[in-house]
Structures are given as structure tokens and as C-alpha cells.
């Protein structure tokens, strides 16, 4: 499965560096998008430049459906982040960014690996974390405000537009859990995998070798087998 390509830096200058204070697109047109971008870019480029984007007519009425709520991410970051949900080939010519609608993007993408930033996010620990049938937007969305509520940092994610068409329901309680594993609990009840992106959390489907594979089993950390070992003087349901 084709990834969309990583923008570089390099090749888009010092416009590939310019930070956006934060993204917000509720259903938006890969046309509403990219006009923003030009916008907003121009707005922050000290030479008043901007972004200048190549997109062929049949990539604008894609039809694909824009939801993201990102804070402080580059414009490189961006990019990447709104291929993978449009599904977008990306490509330069100079310093001008193309984008074409092309079949062989789409998820499972490459896991990726944590930036440090992420990784000490991951260790945040939750006093508890309740659910009784959430979605997955709505489980997401307490993570990453909670997160924030306990560490002081933000961190963006994205869950891939193919979860619009699926119906899952949460229900668990956990307690003195980490960030890292509240995601992995939450991705594992929705048959989705968590990926990273330089700047964000991706959840996606999981890839079909690892939907259709057993969960392991595991082993019991001493914490579960002592606790396992409580006698229960009565059970009544």
C-alpha cells in the first residue's frame, strides 16, 4: 500500500517550517482546504509567498471529506497529515506543492515510529478512564484533552476518514493506566492500530494480516496474579 510522500523541507524552503497556530476543518472540500492553506501561509510567510498548490480538477471534486482539529504543526507536518486523509499523492515542482487523487493511497499506512515528544506523552498516567459505549471519535477526543489536563502538553491526532463508516462501541474501566496503553485498549476494541506522523497520532485500520491474526495472550504482570488469587467469599448476579 502506497503512502503519501513526506514533504521535505528542503524542497519547499523556509515555507516547509512556517507553524499554523491551529487547523480546523468540520466535512471540508479538498478545495476548501487548500485555499486555506494558501491563505493562512501567506498570512505567515514573512515575504507574504505563501504555499502555491498544483491540483488538476478531477483531485478537487474528489468528493473526499476533510475532519481535523490540529494545534502548532509545521507546514510540512500538515501536508502529510492532509494527504493521508484525502488520500493524495504529493510531488513538487520547485517550491509549488502537487496533489493528485490516486488509488494506491489509502491505509494501512507505515506504523512510524514515536517522536520523543510523543513517546514522554505515552507515560502520562490516568488516575481512571471510564467509557460505557463510546465511539472511537469520542474516546479519542477525552485522551487527548485529559492528556493535556494532566501533563500541560497537546498532541494532535487523527483518526482516518474510513472509521466515518464503521460503528464501534467502547466500554471499559480502567484505572492508573497510561496514555500509551488507554490507546492500545481502545484501538484494539475498534480493529484499528495506532500509527505516527511527525507532528501527530494516526489511528487507521489495522492491516488485514493483523485483524485476522489471534491476540496474543500475554503473561500476567505479579500485580494481576496476586490479584487473581483473592477469594471472592460470594458471587450474586
Known amino acids: 500500500v502506497a503512502a503519501p510522500e513526506s514533504a521535505k523541507p528542503s524542497q519547499m524552503g523556509h515555507l516547509g517550517?512556517?507553524?499554523?497556530?491551529?487547523?480546523?476543518?468540520?466535512?471540508?472540500?479538498?478545495?476548501?482546504?487548500?485555499?486555506?492553506?494558501?491563505?493562512?501561509?501567506?498570512?505567515?510567510?514573512?515575504?507574504?509567498?505563501?504555499?502555491?498548490?498544483?491540483?488538476?480538477?478531477?483531485?478537487?471534486?474528489?468528493?473526499?471529506?476533510?475532519?481535523?482539529?490540529?494545534?502548532?504543526?509545521?507546514?510540512?507536518?500538515?501536508?502529510?497529515?492532509?494527504?493521508r486523509i484525502a488520500r493524495l499523492e504529493v510531488s513538487f515542482a520547485g517550491e509549488a506543492v502537487q496533489l493528485k487523487t490516486t488509488p494506491s493511497v489509502k491505509p494501512p499506512f507505515p506504523i512510524g515510529v514515536p517522536t520523543q515528544k510523543l513517546q514522554k506523552l505515552g507515560e502520562t498516567i490516568f488516575p481512571t478512564v471510564n467509557f460505557n459505549k463510546a465511539t472511537l471519535e469520542e474516546a479519542c477526543e477525552y485522551l487527548r484533552i485529559k492528556s493535556r489536563d494532566l501533563s500541560g502538553e497537546h498532541?494532535?491526532?487523527?483518526?482516518?476518514?474510513?472509521?466515518?463508516?464503521?460503528?464501534?462501541?467502547?466500554?471499559?474501566?480502567?484505572?492508573?493506566?497510561?496514555?500509551?496503553?488507554?490507546?492500545?485498549?481502545?484501538?484494539?476494541?475498534?480493529?484499528?492500530?495506532?500509527?505516527?506522523?511527525?507532528?501527530?497520532?494516526?489511528?487507521?485500520?489495522?492491516?488485514?494480516?493483523?485483524?485476522?491474526?489471534?491476540?496474543?495472550?500475554?503473561?500476567?504482570?505479579?500485580k494481576l496474579q496476586k490479584v487473581g488469587e483473592t477469594i471472592i467469599p460470594t458471587m450474586q448476579f
Open 17 to 83: 517550517d512556517l507553524v499554523f497556530p491551529t487547523v480546523q476543518f468540520e466535512k471540508a472540500t479538498i478545495s476548501e482546504c487548500i485555499e486555506y492553506f494558501q491563505i493562512k501561509s501567506r498570512d505567515l510567510d514573512p515575504g507574504k509567498k505563501g504555499i502555491t498548490f498544483l491540483v488538476d480538477e478531477a483531485t478537487r471534486k474528489s468528493g473526499a471529506s476533510i475532519t481535523i482539529d490540529l494545534k502548532e504543526i509545521r507546514v510540512v507536518d500538515l501536508i502529510e497529515c492532509f494527504a
Open 155 to 222: 498532541f494532535n491526532l487523527v483518526i482516518d476518514p474510513d472509521f466515518t463508516k464503521r460503528k464501534h462501541e467502547i466500554t471499559l474501566a480502567l484505572t492508573q493506566v497510561p496514555l500509551s496503553d488507554a490507546l492500545a485498549y481502545i484501538t484494539e476494541m475498534c480493529d484499528a492500530e495506532v500509527a505516527y506522523l511527525a507532528a501527530a497520532i494516526y489511528i487507521q485500520p489495522r492491516s488485514s494480516a493483523a485483524a485476522q491474526s489471534p491476540l496474543k495472550i500475554g503473561t500476567p504482570t505479579s
